[in-house]
Nanobody, 117 residues
Framework: QVQLVESGGGSVLAGESLRLSCTAS????????MGWYRQAPDNRRTLVAS???????NYAASAKGRFTLSRDSAKKTIDLEMNNLQPEDTDVYYC???????????WGQGTQVTVSS
């Protein structure tokens, strides 16, 4: 069973930075996709950034140019460096991984990001 441990959320002022980290365990193989989603108060989860097994990275439009997703495959860790944070980035951020197409993905417990103006 895949388990995810997230860290790095917090409260910052507009223009500051945060780094989110997610470490996965419980899978012997690499993941076909790893990424970060955010959850709005209406409980909708939307993609922030993701990386596929072959290294292709996808960013939400709001994240492009400000956020950088990186991966350490050996450690099964992804990091999301978030720069120039704005109040509209405030949400709960969830790590997501999927081991294969034949199994469901796994979610982390969520980490709060709060940006004040």
């Amino acid at each position: 069973q895949v388990q995810l441990v997230e860290s790095g959320g917090g409260s910052v002022l507009a223009g500051e930075s945060l780094r989110l980290s997610c470490t996965a365990s419980g899978s012997d193989s690499s993941f076909i996709i790893m990424g970060w989603y955010r959850q709005a108060p209406d409980n909708r989860r939307t993609l922030v950034a993701s990386i596929t097994r072959n290294g292709a990275i996808n960013y939400a439009a709001s994240a492009k140019g400000r956020f950088t997703l990186s991966r350490d495959s050996a450690k099964k860790t992804i990091d999301l460096e978030m720069n120039n944070l704005q109040p509209e980035d405030t949400d709960v951020y969830y790590c997501f991984v999927r081991a294969s197409l034949s199994v469901d993905g796994s979610w982390g417990q969520g980490t709060q990001v709060t940006v004040s103006s």
